[in-house]
Nanobody
Framework: VQLVESGGGVVQPGGSLRLSCAAS????????MSWARQAPGSGLEWVAG???????SYADSMKGRFTISRDNAKNTVSLQMNSLKPEDTAVYYC?????????????RGQGTQVTVSS
């Protein structure tokens, strides 16, 4: 399993970023995928998930601001983040979504840093 995130950076409050994840080494189109994040001093937090058929789900604090999508032909999953807040600052991870297991056990990439600051 290989998951490689990209697209992080520094953005002002209210701004937008789009994260991408390139996946390989497993049956991507049959796998539910997710994004999780870890803020400094905090545990790993689930952000959003998407099934192979495109159905998606979001943590309450991200609903209406974040959009998860996937391209099964390209083995990629993305996270469009709008109306970013300073509290969204974290390392964002692309992960295989294994709902019956704790978030910290999900196979994930190396992460990409998102910093929201003026």
């Amino acid at each position: 399993v290989q998951l490689v995130e990209s697209g992080g950076g520094v953005v002002q409050p209210g701004g937008s970023l789009r994260l991408s994840c390139a996946a390989s080494g497993f049956a991507f189109s049959n796998s539910a995928m997710s994004w999780a994040r870890q803020a400094p001093g905090s545990g790993l937090e689930w952000v959003a998930g998407i099934y192979g058929d495109g159905r998606s789900s979001y943590a309450d604090s991200m609903k209406g601001r974040f959009t998860i999508s996937r391209d099964n032909a390209k083995n990629t999953v993305s996270l469009q983040m709008n109306s970013l807040k300073p509290e969204d600052t974290a390392v964002y991870y692309c992960a295989i979504w294994v709902r019956l297991l704790p978030t910290k056990t999900w196979p994930r990439g190396q992460g990409t840093q998102v910093t929201v600051s003026s």
